[in-house]
């Protein structure tokens, strides 16, 4: 049984611990810090404030829940001169999955948020949650949210109510996908792509044990429609994971090519021309498409290795200096 499982430390308490560490750095990371009339924590790392490198890594690190290791590396040459994100984590259903996944959409008037972290897991609103057969209660919650804006108090108290705690007990942080911070959180989301595909073509997540998964970081965009671009194209033709299995491998080869992106109809564009090809509308592209370039599988069973897809060293190029 993981240790998440068996009730030892909750993935929003794992969280907390990391954010209070984060708020005591604030200045150092360039962050600011909000507490508002619901007595709620708002922590800013790219709105109003610069934000920088070391607070996108530890934001990633807080969205995994502390389950998870973020790290920065040199630029690899099959993908091309950008440096790396570097991921891992012995956790990866949990980590990935139960917390990372931007699985809250929250939207009120003008305002529109992608959330996630583990206060997903305390809000148990998703299907992904009954596939894992996991839904937490929490005294406090953590969430990230991708988004231009600081969320106003209606959606402090949606986030509150939803996860059946009080407003004060809820800490959210903010940053746009155009800032060094959201950028970094974004690219660091390799294994969660992987896991999420896997999940959604009827393979047992929990079969995954371990998982490392790099993508370069791409230059932060001007605004954030170019961002979105950008951060989806470095996994998508420059993310390479691996996952350590347990089982047969009659089944990961199987699954295996389903698992990359170049298994999806839309394969082959800078995202954001698939993006603008369907009127700016994620739901009609196909979901396939949004896995990493490569997916290795070494199953710890066998000693064998499955590895499946290809990096795509030219749209990365052409996709970052558009």
């Not at 990371?29 to 109003?48: I, M, P, Q, Y």
């Not at 809000?123 to 949210?145: C, D, H, I, W, Y």
């Not at 929990?206 to 932060?220: D, E, F, N, W, Y």
């Not at 350590?244 to 109809?265: C, M, Q, T, Y």
Request: net charge negative.
């Amino acid at each position: 049984m993981d240790a998440v499982e068996e009730g030892k430390s909750t993935l929003n308490a794992r969280a907390s611990a990391l954010v209070e560490r984060l708020l005591i750095e604030a200045d150092d990371l360039r962050l600011g810090v909000n507490v508002g009339a619901s007595g709620a924590t708002v922590v800013d790392c790219g709105v109003a404030v610069e934000g920088g490198l070391e607070a996108g890594r530890r934001l990633a690190e807080i969205c995994l829940a502390g389950l998870g290791q973020v790290s920065f590396g040199p630029s690899v040459e099959a993908v091309g001169p950008w440096p790396t994100v570097l991921v891992r984590t012995d956790h990866p259903a949990w980590a990935c999955l139960g917390s990372q996944y931007a699985g809250w959409q929250l939207s009120k008037g003008k305002f529109f948020a992608m959330g996630s972290g583990p206060m997903r897991a305390a809000a148990g609103r998703e299907p992904l949650f009954e596939k894992l057969s996991f839904r937490e209660t929490a005294q406090e919650v953590v969430g990230v949210l991708e988004t231009r804006s600081l969320p106003p108090a209606d959606i402090i108290t949606e986030i509150a109510e939803s996860c059946w705690i009080p407003p004060e007990a809820v800490k959210l942080l903010v940053a746009p996908t155009s800032s060094q911070a959201g950028t970094v959180q974004v690219v660091a989301r390799s294994i969660e792509t992987a896991l999420h595909k896997l999940l959604e073509v009827g393979f047992d997540v929990m079969r995954v044990v371990s998982a490392m998964g790099t993508a370069p970081l791409p230059p932060i965009a001007a605004d954030d429609l170019a961002a979105v671009g950008w951060t989806n194209d470095s996994i998508l033709y420059g993310g390479d994971v691996t996952l350590w299995v347990r089982g047969d491998d009659a089944s990961l080869e199987e699954v295996g090519p389903k698992v990359p992106s170049n298994g999806s109809i839309d394969y082959g564009l800078p995202f954001a021309q698939v993006f603008q090809n369907y009127g700016q509308d994620f739901y009609k592209i196909d979901p396939l498409l949004f896995s990493p370039a490569v997916v290795t599988f070494n199953n710890l069973d066998t000693g064998r290795t499955h590895r499946f897809g290809a990096l795509n060293r030219e749209i990365l190029a052409r996709s970052f200096s558009a």
